[in-house]
């Protein structure tokens, strides 16, 4: 049972991409045995709906891809996981709640509010950098 549910997972797979990059105008790039399932489609299409022509094309594949796989016999009938209902998981925006500025004292002295940080200016930083090294190479000598 296990090589046919990788058999099926496989079958559908694969025919969705093969009919994506048939869309794309890009059926010649595919090979060979994923031509002859899609021209299978496309007679099939001529004879039923859309649906059973892509459920008879998924068999088809699904028995070859379960004789590949070593699967002997006939390949047993794969049932389908039973699919919850969909329901629309979007979400209305909300515009988050106002936050009240900190102070302009606390905020001068690095005390701002949650998860804020102050930023050092780059020539008080290099100030910093050349004081430290022009220090190290004073007390070396």
Do not use: H
Not at 69 to 87: D, F, Q
Not at 105 to 120: E, K, P
């Amino acid at each position: 049972m296990m090589i046919a549910r990788r058999a099926d997972t496989r079958a559908r797979a694969d025919f969705a991409t093969w009919k994506m990059i048939a869309k794309l105008n890009g059926a010649s790039s595919l090979p060979a045995d994923a031509q002859n399932f899609l021209a299978s489609y496309k007679a099939l299409l001529k004879d039923m709906g859309e649906a059973d022509a892509t459920e008879a094309t998924i068999r088809q594949m699904y028995a070859t891809y379960y004789k590949e796989m070593g699967g002997a016999g006939t390949p047993p009938e794969v049932r389908p996981a039973p699919t919850a209902p969909v329901a629309d998981n979007v979400t209305a925006f909300r515009r988050p709640a106002a936050r009240s500025k900190p102070s302009s004292f606390r905020a001068s002295f690095g005390f701002g509010g949650q998860g804020q940080q102050q930023r050092l200016p780059v020539a008080l930083i290099f100030t910093c950098l050349v004081i430290v090294y022009v220090g190290i190479r004073y007390f070396w000598r």
